[in-house]
Nanobody
Framework: QVQLVESGGGLVQPGGSLRLSCAASGRTFSSYAMGWFRQAPGKEREFVATISQSGSSTYYADSVKGRFTISRDNAKNTVYLQMNSLKPEDTAVYYC?????????????????WGQGTQVTVSS
């Protein structure tokens, strides 16, 4: 069992930055690949980024590539999402999630555990 708690969301102006954190409970954090998803009102949950168990591999949605960076600290049981050059279309609830591995990293059903989400609003 893994419990995930996101933090770091808020209101930011277009072009600004935020760093989201996701703290995981349990001693098995390093055995899970981690992902970030987001969901805007009236839209389906969409993949944002994922990182492998060791942190050596990362993948991003085209919409955030070059602006967002996912990282993890296994000693702290925490995964991060650094978001730069934010746009109004990045406004959503952001969720972190854990999966045991595999290649279907962009599919929500591949993830076993989810956080409660943190709101990110990009507006002037």
């Amino acid at each position: 069992q893994v419990q995930l708690v996101e933090s770091g969301g808020g209101l930011v102006q277009p072009g600004g930055s935020l760093r989201l954190s996701c703290a995981a409970s349990g001693r098995t954090f390093s055995s899970y690949a981690m992902g970030w998803f987001r969901q805007a009102p009236g839209k389906e949950r969409e993949f944002v980024a994922t990182i492998s168990q060791s942190g050596s591999s990362t993948y991003y949605a085209d919409s955030v590539k070059g602006r967002f960076t996912i990282s993890r600290d296994n000693a702290k049981n925490t995964v991060y999402l650094q978001m730069n050059s934010l746009k109004p279309e990045d406004t959503a609830v952001y969720y972190c999630a854990a999966r045991p591995g595999g290649t279907r990293y962009s599919v929500p059903n591949s993830y076993l555990y989810w956080g409660q989400g943190t709101q990110v609003t990009v507006s002037s």
